[in-house]
């Protein structure tokens, strides 16, 4: 029978266990990071840690929590960047 309630250290641990079943399938790293990625932003949102971006978004304030896109390797662009080139 599936658990019917998990706390958030619970979740992070299960997504470690998941990442890693991910991996020993030998699935292509992209695609993990796809799975596992998308799975903690989920959890993230739960947690209170994790906000939407998109055009209708009136608060265009920079992340949280940067240094998970830093992480990444991504850039956050606002209406004042400009795209090189």
Avoid: I
Wanted: charge should be positive.
């Amino acid at each position: 029978m599936a658990k019917e309630s998990w706390t958030l250290a619970e979740l992070h641990q299960a997504l470690q266990r998941f990442r890693a079943e991910a991996e020993r399938a030998g699935l292509k790293p992209h695609t993990v990071d796809t799975y596992v990625g998308r799975s903690e932003q989920f959890v993230r949102w739960l947690a209170g840690d994790f906000t939407f971006r998109g055009p209708n978004e009136v608060d265009r304030a920079p992340m949280r929590h940067s240094h998970h896109r830093e992480s990444l390797g991504r850039q956050s662009l606002d209406a004042t960047d400009r795209l090189p080139g």
